[in-house]
């Protein structure tokens, strides 16, 4: 199994920051394609961003030149820096990660961490 843990999430004031991680740990071969979903109160979940291994990346347009995705594959961690925050960002955000252990590639999900930016 694989096991993604976000950190990171807390409350903010519109206008800051906040920088979230994922660390993937269990038995893999390695890790993939990650990317950080959202759910907001009474919303379904959305894509925030992708990452491939290489480090290309893709953004939802509510969040293009605000928020970056990173990696290092080193740690097996993935990071979200979230800038100028809107009371709109408030949500769960969550962690997925395609990793192959001994078969086909397999996705996971972490169990999210909450984000609140009051305005």
């Known amino acids: 199994q694989v096991q993604l843990v976000e950190s990171g999430g807390g409350l903010v004031q519109a206008g800051g920051s906040l920088r979230l991680s994922c660390a993937a740990s269990?038995?893999?071969?390695?890790?993939?394609?990650m990317g950080w979903y959202r759910r907001a109160p009474g919303k379904q979940r959305e894509l925030v961003g992708l990452?491939?291994?290489?480090?290309?990346?893709n953004y939802a347009d509510s969040v293009k030149g605000r928020f970056t995705i990173a990696r290092d594959n080193a740690k097996n961690t993935m990071y979200l820096q979230m800038n100028d925050l809107k009371p709109e960002d408030t949500a769960v955000y969550y962690c997925?990660?395609?990793?192959?252990?001994?078969?086909?590639?397999?996705?996971?999900w972490g169990q999210g961490t909450q984000v609140t930016v009051s305005s």
């Open positions: 997925n990660a395609d990793a192959f252990r001994l078969g086909p590639l397999e996705n996971y």
């Open positions: 990452i491939t291994r290489s480090g290309s990346t």
């Open positions: 269990g038995t893999f071969f390695r890790i993939n394609n």
